[in-house]
């Protein structure tokens, strides 16, 4: 009953004219480390190709770096304290080109974070003493195909995992739209120059006032009166 009234108060209204992007944060365990790049395990497979953003270590001596996932593949699955078996990652990602004061913090880094193995400098890989998790953070860009003043659905090549929250960015004509996102479900849609495009289905939450009145008159002023 609930979601009859739900699609009443806010009917969704198809469109391929709204583009958007989000940005999406992935857990990883750092596993070796050299200055030209790193080897990681996360439990999401990353995408060949794709770009992220991270850092590496805490406070003044946190090294902000960015490189491109050039291997994934599956290494093995863990099970969960709730009983799942989920699977695990490795991936290997090299740095983009990095500027001198940022090679010196990475090079300091690497002085006080990794063990000493004289057959992995051979390779000019070093394995990390303290695997602490960091952040993957990328982002990825989307067509709507439908819109409501609740939420969207979207097509992307980057699908997000149910339940996650992702910070939403749309352009409304000559408005940004900016929110968090619920992901409701995720599903393969078709294959795209050999890559696979997603279905995603899109909560908003946390809206303020100011961003939802900006999509409220989008929709008023366009979507409606095409209807």
């Known amino acids: 009953m609930s979601e009859k009234v739900e699609k009443r108060r806010y009917p969704r209204f198809p469109t391929d004219e709204v583009e958007g992007s989000f940005s999406y944060s992935v857990r990883a365990s750092v596993d ?8 990681v395990r996360t439990g999401t497979q990353l995408q060949v190709g794709r770009k992220y953003n991270f ?30 078996v989920v699977p695990v990652y ?5 740095f983009d080109d990095i500027l001198t004061g940022t090679a010196e913090k990475l090079h300091l880094f690497m002085e006080k974070n990794v063990i000493l193995d004289l057959k992995q ?29 609740s939420g969207m659905l979207i097509i992307t090549e980057l699908p997000p995992k149910p339940e996650s929250i992702v ?7 000559d408005h940004s739209f900016e929110c968090m996102g619920r992901v409701v479900y995720a599903a393969e849609v ?3 120059e050999e890559e696979l495009r997603y279905r995603v289905g899109i909560e908003f939450v946390r809206t303020s006032k ?15 009166r095409e209807e």
């Open 121 to 149: 400098r051979i390779f000019g890989r070093l394995k990390v003493e303290k695997e602490d998790e960091i952040d993957l953070e990328t982002e990825s860009k989307f067509l709507v195909k439908q819109l409501s003043a």
């Open 32 to 39: 070796n480390l050299s200055l030209g790049g790193f080897a």
């Open 55 to 84: 850092r590496l270590g805490d406070g003044v001596d946190a090294v902000q770096l960015e490189g491109e996932v050039k291997w994934c593949r599956l290494a093995g699955t863990e099970k969960l304290d709730t009983g799942d």
């Open 210 to 224: 100011e961003q939802l009145q900006i999509l409220e008159n989008f929709i008023r002023n366009e979507l409606e």
């Open 167 to 173: 910070e939403l960015e749309l352009q409304l004509n």
């Open 90 to 94: 490795s991936a290997g990602i090299e």
């Open 190 to 192: 078709d294959l795209v």
